[in-house]
């Protein structure tokens, strides 16, 4: 009898150690989770709340900073990209953008923020003479980058364009204007003259049609991203950043 109780304790220890070798194992094989660092410090950010319908063309430029810190080791850091969609109903803009806002914010929502505002909004996009489809690259110095955007031309001390660190994005002005994801060439200049300066259609995929909150103003709405991929080129994205909204006025050659 005594035999027997002592090999079912060897049998029953023996059990215990293999489990625990087993735990032992799993965990020092288990994967780190990773993620991607979003921008951040949006330094000017235009805002619209319905109350006042015209912002100085002073406070339509959005500025921000890269996230360029994060040190990965299955991740592969590619840059920035920004996106934007088009309305010409406050409330629909309103609560749209509020709904992506809230969901970054929680830890259990923010990925299903960057999938939605990835399926929803498309990304801003400058002269097919961009060398990347990224629209900020990652920087070589790994040093935050600041970028300022400008949609619409204004006046000669207020045009539309995309800079990084102070300078134009590609080689020159022209060639550092913002455009809209549909072909290559559409601006944001919506209904002036020239053959690119077209107003958003109903069937346009960038722009979300109904009944104007107010005549001839459209609102956009911009958000920034970290996007990268993993060990197998999966896309990889960090939170995202709400950046603001400007209004632009079809009907004003100025662009208010």
Request: charged content about 20%; aromatic content about 14%; glycine content about 4%.
């Amino acid at each position: 009898m005594k035999k027997t109780r002592t090999n079912k304790f060897k049998f029953f220890l023996f059990n215990i150690i293999l489990m625990c070798l087993f735990l032992f194992n799993l965990s020092c094989g288990l994967d780190t989770f990773e993620v991607i660092e979003a921008p951040y410090q949006t330094t000017k950010k235009p805002e619209h709340n319905d109350v006042e319908e015209i912002q100085s063309y002073e406070n339509k430029e959005f500025e921000f900073f890269t996230n360029e810190s994060g040190n990965y080791s299955e991740i592969t850091f590619l840059g920035t990209e920004v996106y934007y969609k088009i309305y010409n109903n406050f409330q629909t803009m309103y609560n749209e953008r509020s709904g992506l806002i809230t969901a970054s914010e929680s830890t259990s929502t923010s990925v299903s923020a960057t999938q939605s505002l990835i399926s929803k909004y498309k990304k801003l996009r400058v002269s097919n003479e961009q060398k990347t489809d990224l629209l900020i690259p990652k920087s070589p110095s790994n040093s935050p980058i600041k970028v300022n955007i400008r949609l619409t031309d204004y006046d000669s001390n207020y045009c539309a364009q995309i800079q990084v660190n102070g300078n134009p994005i590609n080689s020159d002005y022209e060639h550092s204007r913002p455009l809209r994801n549909m072909d290559s060439e559409s601006t944001f200049n919506f209904d002036r003259d020239g053959d690119n300066n077209k107003i958003p259609a109903d069937s346009d995929s960038d722009f979300s049609s109904g009944s104007f909150s107010k005549p001839n103003i459209y609102y956009v709405c911009l958000f920034a991203v970290g996007t990268g991929v993993d060990m197998y080129y999966s896309p990889q994205y960090s939170k995202i950043l709400y950046l603001g909204t400007v209004t632009i006025d079809s009907n004003a050659v100025s662009g208010n």
